[in-house]
């Protein structure tokens, strides 16, 4: 069993039932629950779910119990015990009963003091027994002049899984109040029911409005996500683009292996939406993966994504690395007015959140930004674009030695000169740090390559100094040729490949 640390109420006694006064506005169907998924898979998780952070605040006080019971009570302090355990996400509630009868999590203070006519809320909770066989209910009652009005989802945990309750509430008159309970049902002394992340969030319309920023401190979002651990730098290249043409996926990983002897790394790039890993798996199997794709932040906040990004991350390999990224390289998108740096991030949390109910430990959610950025000169602030250290897992970025100036570069630009910055602010994070991109064109007093396959020594022996995760060359001739066909470059990124530099 769990060690608890008992606590008890001050609270006077109040009654679990509902008063004659009180309607039921909605009364949902029971939903057996065996996990996390097989919720979502009935439709009891909506698409703008609970334990999705989307662009909100978090109405609810002590919702993840960090600070033990404060702000939370029981209906009856004689016969019903709270105590804090070990949560979904660092502490949660463990609720108890002496004798058998519906047992409450209610909140001290109605989460909502005045409620504002036509406004819609997500309510969500998770919830886990240790002894299987509990049913109980999320609910809220929004209580006025004439009475209360409950709203709520109901459960049934046959597991000792963790699983996500959420529904949407919306206030239909000004000036009420909204109470915010968890149940548990005639609940037997011998069980109990353990709750975390109960959270009460303003929906916010991704299309009309910007998403308010929350003063709440971040819980972590991928718990399930294991530690970026790996005894040396993997290097590889990016994939597709290189020959111009409209070569398969297939045809690109077996290309990229022929010219570099197996790359430990492989780049990928979808342009809208992950393609099915049926379709990307079986080519770069034993390979790192990054890999990046591009939803509109507004689509994603709307929720239309939902079921194949978690799709896509459930059917993710187990058995190698993947460093998933959300919308590499944003910070053009958001100068040019397209999305701002508060939906990016409130995109980002709603996909990480879909990422942690899939629970795959070997994917690593990865912000990509441009090396420009993280230099002074740049004017950026690259925590501008980052959801926050429970979010992200690794900091990634594209540096080149002149990325896109007309003429090229005329010189090899030192390691320091290119990595230093991303380096540094990496370290500031207290983040691991990958190179998503990187790559330099010949310069004009180099036209066999020679000079370049000592660069590009230089800078793996710099990067795996600095203990970067990966490295992906950037073996494209998109805005100018950067691809490694001379032979002095391209043994010198094999040699590095296999850890010779």
Wanted: net charge negative.
């Amino acid at each position: 069993m769990t060690q608890v640390t008992p606590h008890s109420s001050s609270v006077e006694q109040l009654e679990t039932a509902a008063s004659s006064s009180t309607t039921v506005l909605l009364k949902k169907s029971l939903v057996v629950v065996a996990s996390a998924s097989l919720l979502t898979g009935l439709g009891v998780v909506p698409q703008a779910s609970a334990a999705n952070e989307q662009a909100t605040s978090n109405l609810v006080v002590n919702g993840s119990f960090e600070s033990g019971i404060n702000a939370w009570r029981t209906n009856d302090t004689a016969t019903q015990k709270l105590g804090v355990t070990t949560g979904f996400r660092g502490q949660a509630v463990v609720l108890t009963t002496e004798t058998k009868r519906t047992a409450a999590l209610n909140d001290v203070t109605n989460t909502i003091q005045s409620t504002s006519a036509g406004k819609v809320y997500t309510v969500s909770a998770r919830v886990k027994t240790e002894t299987p066989g509990v049913y109980g209910e999320l609910r809220t009652r929004v209580v006025g002049d004439s009475g209360a009005e409950i709203v709520g989802e109901s459960f049934k945990l046959t597991d000792t899984s963790w699983a996500t309750v959420s529904y949407e509430l919306k206030t239909e008159k000004n000036g009420e109040s909204v109470d915010l309970n968890v149940l548990a049902w005639s609940m037997d002394p011998s069980k109990n029911l353990i709750i975390d992340d109960v959270s009460l969030e303003e929906k916010f319309d991704a299309g009309t409005a910007e998403p308010p920023e929350s003063n709440a401190p971040l819980l972590p979002t991928d718990k399930c996500d294991a530690p970026v651990s790996q005894e040396r730098t993997l290097f590889g290249s990016s994939l597709g683009l290189s020959l111009g043409t409209g070569e398969t996926f297939a045809q690109g990983v077996s290309r990229q292996d022929r010219n570099f002897e197996n790359i430990e790394v492989a780049r990928v790039f979808e342009p809208s939406m992950p393609v099915s890993w049926e379709k990307r798996a079986p080519y770069v199997k034993g390979k790192a993966v990054s890999i990046s794709f591009r939803p509109a932040p507004a689509e994603v906040l709307a929720g239309k994504h939902d079921a194949a990004l978690l799709d896509w991350f459930k059917n993710a390999p187990s058995d190698q690395e993947i460093y998933w990224t959300y919308y590499h390289e944003p910070e053009p998108q958001i100068d040019a007015g397209k999305f701002t740096h508060a939906t990016y991030r409130a995109a980002w949390k709603h996909i990480a959140e879909l990422a942690d109910q899939a629970c795959k430990p070997n994917m690593h959610a990865t912000l990509v930004l441009t090396g420009w950025t993280a230099n002074p000169s740049s004017k950026r602030d690259w925590r501008d674009y980052y959801a926050g250290d429970s979010v992200i897992d690794v900091l990634g970025w594209d540096p080149y030695n002149d990325a896109s100036s007309v003429e090229g570069p005329s010189a090899y630009a030192s390691p320091e000169a290119i990595f230093g910055n991303v380096v540094a602010a990496s370290k500031s994070a207290n983040k691991p740090f990958a190179i998503a991109e990187t790559g330099s064109r010949l310069i004009p007093t180099d036209p066999t390559g020679a000079q370049r396959a000592v660069w590009l020594k230089n800078v793996g022996r710099y990067l795996e100094d600095h203990g970067a995760v990966f490295v992906a060359y950037w073996d494209s001739i998109d805005k100018g040729d950067f691809r490694l066909l001379d032979d002095p470059s391209r043994k010198a990124w094999v040699n590095i490949i296999d850890g010779k530099y």
